[in-house]
């Protein structure tokens, strides 16, 4: 089992482009969520999912879109990139009936 | 007031010490309680969960003060393996969503 996968590991974008991050699990793990993590503010819940056709946005929403038309992908979109978009993210599935988390190795984002 | 909070650190310690960490709550609703560990650009990885009873495994020990609303990581015989960053975890206010603290980091010399 490959668990959660993210690509891709690092991505420089300028101002103002867009992409998509991407993320896939095996685990059949019905809650998926985003996370960015930036020096001195822990992990910061961005857009999460309780299953599939269902998103709902976390902490820090602006900027960002999800969709999630299966279990198994929770595609992350930048709609106009910003410099203070740079982070690292990470995408997370959480074992079902439980907190328990389980994340993907990252994207590091470089705006510039 | 963050709902979270821990001491950044950086803990330095001696190969074979025992050192401890605390982490604080503002929630004192939460129920679930984790302690994560996270190598240097590398994504977090659950370490323990912590009950109310306080649990081990191997040589670390959590312990779960709803009182003081703290809990706490023990290692002892710390390796140098054991060098990283550990995350305080909590379900959050109202939304059971967890919310993390921003680390402590432990180096451990030999």
């Known amino acids: 089992n490959a668990g959660v996968t993210q690509t891709p590991k690092f991505q420089v974008l300028k101002t103002g482009q867009s992409m998509t991050l991407q993320c896939a699990q095996d685990?059949?793990?019905?809650?998926m969520s985003w996370y960015r993590q930036d020096p001195g503010m822990g992990l910061r819940l961005i857009h999460y999912s309780v299953g599939a056709g269902i998103t709902d946005q976390g902490e820090v929403p602006n900027g960002y879109n999800v969709s999630r038309s299966t279990t198994e992908d929770f595609p992350l979109r930048l709609l106009s990139a910003a410099p203070s978009q740079t982070s690292v993210y990470f995408c997370?599935?959480?074992?079902?009936?439980?907190?328990?988390?389980?994340f993907g190795p990252g994207t590091r984002l470089t705006v510039t | 007031r963050k709902e979270v909070e821990q001491d950044p650190g950086p803990f330095n310690v001696p190969e074979g010490a025992t050192v401890a960490f605390n982490c604080t709550y503002s929630?004192?609703?939460?129920?679930?309680f984790f302690w994560y560990r996270q190598d240097c650009r590398k994504e977090p990885k659950l370490l323990m969960s912590?009950?109310?009873s306080g649990n081990e495994d191997g040589r670390f020990t959590a312990q779960l003060n709803r009182a003081s609303q703290y809990i706490s990581l023990l290692i002892r015989d710390s390796k140098l393996s054991d060098s990283a960053t550990y995350l305080c975890?909590?379900?959050?206010?109202?939304?059971?969503?967890?919310?993390f603290g921003q680390g402590t980091t432990l180096q451990v010399k030999p």
């Open positions: 975890v909590v379900n959050g206010r109202n939304t059971g969503k967890l919310i």
């Open positions: 912590v009950y109310s």
């Open positions: 685990m059949n793990h019905e809650y």
């Open positions: 929630n004192s609703a939460s129920q679930s």
């Open positions: 997370a599935t959480q074992k079902t009936g439980t907190y328990e988390q389980y």
